[in-house]
């Protein structure tokens, strides 16, 4: 039985040895991002974790940044999310770049039918926006390659309801993103979530009540040997602040309720 | 160039100059706007061309007939009508003349190939002219005399008036073809060479191409001819009147050299390639495009230009020509650029290249271009990048897209003041030029209350809502039915009845009146509906629409 174990640990240890082998090996050949501009969420639960765990402090903006939605209807938040982010990415990309200022935005065919065309904030900065109204999959890949070599774009936001780009269009892209320090953001809906993706920031988006999202940081390619935190964060974007489950109700003004919300209320119960 | 000190009155004698056995014509169009505007109407009766002038419209240019009738350019069109009552007129178009000229201009190379403009430019609107350095080229067409009549004969045959002198300085020519004594009787003028001040001193100044204040101080000092000019001193002319009349002189008189600037006809940015053997396979087809793009872009780089759109053809061993054009966002003359677009556009061709037995010739040119300005190179402070990026990095990223997914899906948005949605937020494609950003009004409606994205079309959605302007409980949307916990509005949006005043007709969809909801359903989604129509005063049965999902 003693021999036995001690077998066991030996075989352990050796695994150890291989699998440390093996992730010194990956590391050579795949540097990690640690160098080059970051950018924070503005949402300082997150930003405090980033800061913890990332050594550049933040997002990498030359990254692919996936945000996949949650639940069948929620990609009305990942796109949120994404126009959230890009905003932040363009404004970090200014201070660097004051040219970069443009933001593409692209979506496949059955994103269009979803989600429809860009309209209110989307268009805060409709001078700087370019829109691909529906393309096929592989040539929303194509142009986000294409964007990222031009040093006109400050972010790209590419959106896909139901299929995802397989690992090697990721691969591509997450490649070209960190050799220009440009970033680019998948946003997915949730039918296309589950696929092999080399995105550097996976994130899950959940709409949650009140005007907030519920974040997951699903991946990190912070280092091969950290693991993403599996709980969560709730976040209102409009109220500007994170906030418990608890202090959900204070974000309740964000959401303007009507006086005739007790009669709703009643009415649906 | 003779050696003339200031004070020495201008020599008139023209044996001292070597003879340049140069001849120039001069062509001048005393009725060129007017005649060329009597297409369609009848040349045997009064043509005057009108203008609205300190809102009158006045005559701005007349035929001889017109002339004749006793009508002269500056007179009201009413008094005009006065006169003659079977006036014919036309609204006078200048440039449409000026585009005649160049067009005539090109034609006249059938006599000698160095055809220019006059460089005159404060000519009467009505007259136009053109010189024409003739030297070598009359013996071709029996001498000056049988070519002048030539020439003479075909414009009159398009009712065209013509004068026309040949003399051997362009200073000459001018002068006499518009005041020479023999002209006004409308006989074409030839001056024999070395003759030239004999026959210009006894014209009046006006023929010296003098402007219009030097014109009025001639007749204020009493100088009616040339000889009268000529008698001065030269300091004392140059000191009264600036250089110009003494240049004029010695340039009339053949002392001063003067060209005659052709008007030549814009480069063509052309190449051409012819294959020894029929080439069928795509991908060769691509590279030799890409390899003829490198002289087409040396050439457009040597002329400072940038394509704008690049047509090429391909002709097969059967004589067949395919024909491919891009357009280009921005003007470009890199190669590399070029070629990678027609490289997209043929591998993404649907049907393929039917290349046949080969494509044996290919020619590539630019049909478009314009001037390229160079490119500004960036100032680095502290290794950041201060200039903007040329606008050419946009400009080529939008061609790229747009040759591979189309103009129509490449596109930027355009706003409109507007308070319907769907009127407010409009696409155009990136290669529209500029497009027009309406500012937004401050009373335009907050960003959060829209949502970020807009359905294409609302979508009618089944709803169960307080009668008559109440908030929706529940709603039924794309098959899924949401419990409302929370909305607010309406917020009101009237059909813009304006619109049809303006003779745009509204679809019946905007002819009512829409309150918007904001409503948050159980799992915290959060959607932009509307009512259409108002209960009981514009319909019976609102109907409910699904607008937009907040994020």
């Known amino acids: 039985m003693a021999h036995r174990a001690q077998k066991g640990s030996f075989i352990a240890a050796k695994n150890r040895h291989k699998i440390a082998r093996l992730r010194s090996e990956i590391a050579r050949f795949e540097p990690v991002v640690e160098s080059g501009p970051h950018v924070l969420t503005g949402f300082s639960e997150i930003d405090g974790y980033l800061q913890r765990h990332v050594a550049g402090a933040g997002l990498a903006l030359g990254g692919v940044h996936e945000i996949i939605g949650e639940r069948s209807g929620d990609m009305s938040a990942a796109l949120g999310f994404a126009d959230y982010l890009s905003k932040r990415f363009i404004h970090q990309g200014a201070d660097e770049d004051a040219s970069a200022a443009c933001l593409l935005y692209g979506q496949t065919h059955a994103s269009v039918r979803e989600n429809g065309q860009p309209y209110g904030a989307a268009l805060s900065h409709a001078e700087n926006l370019i829109y691909l109204d529906g393309v096929k999959l592989p040539d929303l890949m194509w142009a986000g390659e294409e964007a990222l070599s031009c040093e006109a774009i400050g972010c790209i936001i590419l959106a896909s309801v139901d299929e995802a780009p397989d690992f090697t269009f990721s691969r591509r892209l997450s490649m070209a993103a960190r050799s220009v320090e440009r970033p680019l953001i998948m946003a997915l809906g949730a039918a296309a979530a589950g696929t092999a ?27 091969h040997t950290q693991n993403p935190p599996h709980q969560g964060w709730q976040v209102f974007p409009q109220a500007q602040k994170i906030s418990s489950q608890t202090s959900a109700d204070a974000a309740r003004d964000s959401f303007m309720a009507l006086p005739s919300l007790s009669s709703t209320q009643s009415a649906s119960q | 160039m003779p050696d003339l000190t200031p004070h020495e009155p201008l020599t008139t004698d023209v044996s001292r100059e070597t003879p340049t056995g140069r001849r120039i014509a001069s062509l001048w169009f005393p ?139 362009v200073g000459a020519a001018w002068g006499l073809a518009r005041y020479s004594t023999r002209q006004m009787a409308g006989a074409p003028v030839i001056l024999p060479p070395q003759h030239e001040a004999d026959a210009m001193l006894p014209l009046p100044p006006a023929a010296l191409r003098l402007n219009a204040h030097q014109l009025a101080l001639c007749q204020k000092l009493g100088l009616t001819s040339v000889a009268q000019l000529a008698a001065f001193e030269r300091a004392a002319l140059t000191r009264r009147f ?61 002329a400072g230009q940038g394509a704008q759109r690049l047509d090429l053809a391909m002709t097969r061993s059967d004589n067949a020509v395919l024909a491919l054009s891009v357009k280009l966002a ?10 990678r677009l027609f490289a997209e556009r043929l591998e993404r061709l649907k049907s393929g290249i039917d290349a046949g037995f080969g494509i044996e010739k290919l020619v590539l040119g630019a049909s478009q271009t314009t001037p390229l300005a160079p490119p500004q190179t960036a100032m680095g402070l502290h290794g950041r990048r201060h200039a903007p990026p040329p606008a050419s990095a946009l400009g080529h990223l939008f061609d790229r897209l747009v040759s591979r997914l189309g103009a129509k899906t490449v596109v930027r948005p355009v706003t409109h003041a507007s308070y319907v949605p769907e009127r407010a937020v409009g696409f155009v494609s990136v290669l529209a ?101 108002l209960y009981g005063r514009e319909t019976q049965r609102p109907q409910w629409f699904m607008h937009g999902v907040f994020s």
Request: aromatic share 8%; hydrophobic share 40%.
């Open chain 2, 31 to 169: 009725y060129w706007l007017s005649e060329t505007h009597q297409g369609d109407f009848d040349r045997h009766r009064p043509l005057v061309l009108v203008e609205m002038q300190n809102g009158a419209q006045r005559v701005v240019a007349a035929t001889p007939v017109a002339e004749a009738a006793g009508l002269f350019v500056g007179m009201s069109l009413s008094d005009a009508r006065a006169l003659v009552a079977d006036l014919q007129t036309a609204i006078a178009a200048p440039d449409k003349a000026r585009e005649k000229l160049a067009a005539c201009a090109e034609w006249l190379q059938r006599y000698t190939p160095w055809v220019g403009h006059d460089a005159e430019t404060e000519a009467p609107q009505n007259s136009y002219g053109l010189l024409l350095d003739m030297s070598g080229c009359a013996h071709l067409f029996g001498g000056e005399r049988r070519l002048l009549e030539d020439m003479t004969r075909r414009f009159s045959a398009r009712g065209i008036t013509l004068r026309a002198a040949i003399a051997g300085t």
């Open chain 2, 242 to 302: 600036g250089p110009l009349p003494v240049l004029r002189m010695e340039q009339a008189f053949g002392q001063v050299g003067e060209a005659v600037n052709p008007c030549l006809p814009p480069p063509q940015f052309l190449v051409q390639r012819l294959l020894p053997q029929g080439v069928t396979q795509l991908p060769a087809i691509v590279t030799l495009v890409e390899q003829i793009c490198q002289p087409l872009a040396a050439q457009l780089q040597d």
């Open chain 2, 433 to 533: 030029q500029a497009p027009r950003i309406e500012t937004i009004p401050p009373e335009a409606p907050a960003l959060k209350t829209r949502p970020l994205f807009m359905l294409c079309a609302a979508e009618p959605i089944e709803v169960i809502a307080e009668i008559p302007e109440g908030a929706p409980y529940r709603f039924r949307w794309r098959r899924v039915l949401h419990e409302v916990v929370a909305a607010h509005g309406p917020e009101r949006i009237s059909p813009e009845w304006w619109q049809e005043i303006f003779g745009q007709s509204l679809d019946s969809h905007n002819r009512q009146t829409r309150d918007y909801f904001r409503v948050e359903d159980t799992h915290g989604h959060r959607f932009w509906l509307y009512r259409g129509g």
């Open chain 2, 330 to 339: 921005h003007p470009s003359a890199s190669p590399r650029h070029m070629g």
């Open chain 1, 197 to 223: 993706s080399a995105a550097t920031s996976q994130w899950r988006v959940k709409a949650i009540a009140h005007n907030g999202w519920h974040l997951k940081l699903t991946r990190l390619r912070i280092s």
